[in-house]
């Protein structure tokens, strides 16, 4: 079934989802499904490792390197493992030579490309029946006074 999906399809759709979770409100899937579909690739030869580069965006201050990978025609990065620091050279600052070209495809036909390339299944979400509140009706607070009453100032 992966070998069905071409790899220009595979980068555009990388580039669609990458793309996206720059700016999703929680982006962990769309990171998680880039990463899956990247290390594929990476072990069926079809993407290849170029270097180390510090990231943009440090954690807590602290400097970090990225994994650059190509794919096809495009560039992407994501975490590198301990190997790849001794393996690979390091590139320094972010590179503005690295650009990708542009690409249309929505994120929703993306996302089932990649689905299909690392064969994942979304969980189906349960649907609960939501239970029928008026915005008209108030809870009567009735037989949910505390007994015997609090003692207060009004209390003698």
Wanted: charged residues 25%; positive net charge; aromatic residues 12%.
């Amino acid at each position: 079934m992966k070998s069905e999906v071409q790899l220009a399809d595979i980068a555009k759709a990388l580039y669609t989802v990458n793309r996206h979770a720059k700016t999703a409100p929680e982006p962990q899937h769309l990171y998680f499904i880039k990463k899956e579909a990247i290390n594929r690739l990476l072990s069926e030869k079809r993407a290849e490792k170029i270097g180390l580069h510090f990231s943009e965006h440090p954690k807590f201050s602290n400097q970090h390197s990225t994994l650059l990978v190509k794919v096809d025609a495009y560039y992407f990065h994501i975490p590198p493992t301990k190997q790849d620091f001794k393996e690979l050279e390091h590139l320094g600052s972010l590179d503005q030579n690295y650009r990708n070209p542009q690409a249309k495809m929505a994120l929703s036909q993306a996302k089932n490309v990649i689905y299909r390339y690392i064969d994942w299944k979304p969980k189906k979400k349960k649907i609960t029946q939501k239970q029928y509140s008026s915005s008209y009706f108030t809870p009567s607070s009735l037989g949910k006074m505390e007994w015997p009453p609090k003692k207060t100032h009004r209390n003698y």
